[in-house]
């Protein structure tokens, strides 16, 4: 494979500072509706403007300096607001400013707080409906010292200036000139309404805790996720740095946006990969291209069919499975195809890992733990959404399929991916585990990362292992569990201080060493279901203190990178995703199926109440857990039932319409 495909041209030492996305202690607060995508951004050691607008079309990936406020030779600079009072000039103190999410505000509101002498300045970010690309920014002025001054505000786009009293509200708005989007500001009335965005935001999932970081966290990436998603479902894999499209990434989005309240955007995604990222083989786009067989991401395959059923199951919406099924029969049959089959244990074969290094990294042909597990639990839902449409040869087709694929996984005597007692990354075509890798001698990868260093370059341990556990293909309480997590310990502060766990062993990183939000909830996720909250707190703590945290819009890793011929590091949507798989899926522990409802509700260190209003199909699930205190019974309440509690959790009847469930419960 070419591995130029990982190279690209944008430097970040050319031109201003504003163009470099890792300015020291920067956060990023993503706001949009799908029409308009914007990112305000706070610097706050001075090297980039202090507080800045970034304005995107989300149909148009781009790197940082490809927005439309940004100027080649300025940045963001005329984005800033200042105030003048009698010819002085008053502009943000780097140090001084303050921002963050407007909790209870309704719909998803970032306040910036900043002082220049005896002015405190208040400027607030939000997008007033869900159908326009419109953003709005209202100023107001405070005066610490006594006496009044008639206070302006200036700020600008581009060459063009706008200059008003204080307190202002400044639109910006996209618009088609020319054959391409600009963005203009002007001048609004000051008191807007905005009904209808509020009325969205209404609708969507509530969650509320006794922990303030986890509850940032939730309403941050919920609003975030819908911000990264264009009205036509387009989506870039890590905002502004790949400007390229994954089916992985976006049907794991989907999954996150239905269990977030948001089931309209799901399904655009939804619809749009299976029409337009799915071949006519049943092949799935990576990095929005076709691969050649051996190169074919085919857990891609797997993850869009898992979050298929997931969208159905938490909406009944059965019609985007019978509307779309020859692409979901097409995608289902496609890792069953011949040349991915290994013939001896039945596993997909094929010379691409999960993380997307290849041959030159030194990735033999063999057999890739997260490719059976992801086909595996694809197969499974197809098998389910063909019965549930009627299909009943498929079904059983696809059914006993995974099921043997998920037998050569766990349990084939020469060919499993279990080595020593716990999940391993990869084995060759000879049974032998893959344990390590050499690249090409002359590849023209970056011969400064670890991958080209002394010594032996390992595969595992390798965060994906645990994936089998977090989405409970596995026991959770059992050894192979327990001894994968075990494994994954090296890979926390590997290289590196203050926490965070790399995505795999550092050894043979192609890239900088450094810790992955993802990657680390990945871990997370899977000590949560294995009885271990204590790992789910370090994490979510660790993604509180690293920069993004403030905003919660998290970077792919935290390090330094070989920038060019590396990309730099974006924003990663996914992250957001599995943010609210963990609140969801494992700590509120929602899980629909076709005609049940179950529920395992699980509380972690520093969490002892939850309280969640979630959409579900027709309805809504109102759903209260908190810890038991000294001497009370745990146990479920719905409606006048009272049930004793257990650590499977409840399971209830869900009717095909219903208007709401409330249940009430008390956990250990």
């Known amino acids: 494979m070419e591995v130029q495909e990982h190279f690209y041209s944008d430097d970040p030492s050319r ?29 706050p050691a001075g090297d ?62 970032v306040e910036v707080v900043w002082r220049s002498g005896p002015y405190r300045v208040t400027e607030l970010f939000f997008c007033p409906d869900m159908r326009s690309a419109r953003l709005v920014r209202q100023v107001s002025v405070s005066r610490s010292a006594p006496g009044a001054s008639r206070v302006r505000v200036k700020t600008g786009l581009g060459a063009r200036t706008v200059e008003t009293e204080a307190p202002a509200v400044f639109e910006y708005r996209l618009a088609k000139r020319g054959g391409r989007t600009v963005a203009d500001l002007r001048l609004t009335p000051s008191r807007l309404s905005e009904p209808a965005a509020a009325a969205y935001w209404r609708d969507t999932a ?68 299976l029409s337009d990222f799915v071949s006519d083989e049943g092949a799935t786009k990576d990095s929005s ?26 909406t009944d919406d059965q019609d985007l499975v019978r509307s779309n099924w020859d692409r979901i029969e097409k995608a289902a049959a496609f890792p069953l195809r ?57 079904a059983h087709a696809w059914t006993e399929a995974a099921m043997r694929l998920r037998q050569a996984m766990l349990k084939d005597p020469r060919f499993s991916l279990v080595e020593a007692g716990a999940f391993i990354k990869r084995r060759g075509l000879d049974g032998r585990v893959q344990a390590a890798v050499r690249p090409e001698p ?33 026991d959770p309480a059992g050894q192979l569990a327990r001894r994968t997590l075990a494994s994954m310990e090296t890979l926390w502060n590997q290289g590196w201080k203050g926490g965070g766990y790399g995505r ?48 919660g819009s998290w970077f792919e890793f935290y390090g330094p990178r070989p920038v060019p011929p ?54 809504r699930l109102e759903l209260s857990v908190r810890r038991a205190r000294r001497g009370e019974e745990p146990g479920f309440r719905c409606g006048d039932r009272k049930m004793p509690y257990h650590r499977y959790g409840l399971g209830l009847t869900l009717p095909r319409s219903f208007g709401r469930i409330a249940v009430r419960a008390v956990i250990p």
């Open 338 to 394: 011949p040349e991915f089959r290994h013939e001896p244990s039945g596993l997909i074969v094929n010379r691409r890992e999960f993380w997307e290094r290849h041959g030159a990294h030194g990735i033999g042909t063999g057999m890739e733990l997260a490719h059976q597990l992801f086909v595996a639990m694809g197969l499974r839902s197809a098998g389910q959404l063909a019965a549930l449409t009627g299909r009943t040869d498929r």
């Open 289 to 314: 291209r076709l691969r050649p067989l051996e190169e074919s991401e085919v857990d891609q395959n797997g993850v869009l069919l898992f979050a298929l059923e997931s969208y159905v199951r938490w």
């Open 48 to 109: 980039g403007t202090p507080v800045g607008l970034l304005i995107m079309d989300p149909e148009r990936l781009g790197p940082k300096r490809a927005a439309l406020s940004f100027d080649k030779d300025t940045g963001i600079a005329a984005t800033g607001v200042s105030v003048e009072v009698r010819g002085d000039r008053h502009a943000p103190r780097p140090a001084s400013v303050r921002a963050g999410w407007v909790p209870g505000a309704g719909l998803p509101r």
């Open 566 to 619: 590396y990309p730099q590091v974006g924003i990663i949507p996914w992250t957001w995703a599995e943010i609210v798989f963990l609140v969801v899926h494992h700590m509120l522990g929602v899980r629909p199926g076709q005609d049940f409802l179950s529920l395992q509700p699980r509380l972690i260190p520093g969490v002892d109440r939850m309280d969640a209003d979630l959409p579900l199909r027709d309805g």
């Open 442 to 474: 002359d590849s023209s990868l970056p011969k400064s990362t670890p991958l080209f260093g002394p010594g032996r370059h390992l595969l595992n341990p390798d965060t994906s292992a645990v994936l089998p556990v977090a989405w409970d293909f596995v």
């Open 15 to 43: 031109g201003p500072a504003d163009a470099k996305t890792t300015l020291r202690g920067a956060e990023y607060f993503f706001l949009g509706n799908g029409f308009i995508q914007a990112a305000v951004q706070i610097a």
């Open 206 to 273: 509530a969650f509320r805790s006794s922990d303030p970081l986890l509850d940032r966290f939730f309403s941050a990436s919920r609003s975030q996720l819908r911000a990264a998603v264009s009205s036509t479902g387009r989506m870039d894999g890590s905002i502004w740095q790949y400007n390229l499209e994954w089916v992985r990434d976006q049907a794991l989005v989907a999954m996150a946006l239905v269990m977030s309240g948001q089931p309209g955007t799901a399904r655009t995604i939804l619809a749009r990969l």
């Open 504 to 551: 795999y062993h550092v050894t043979s990183e192609p890239d900088s060493p450094g810790p992955w939000p993802f990657a680390s909830l990945f871990v997370a996720r899977a000590a949560l279901e294995a009885g271990d909250p204590a790992t789910t707190r370090r994490v979510l703590d660790w993604l509180g203190r690293v920069p993004g945290g403030r905003a």
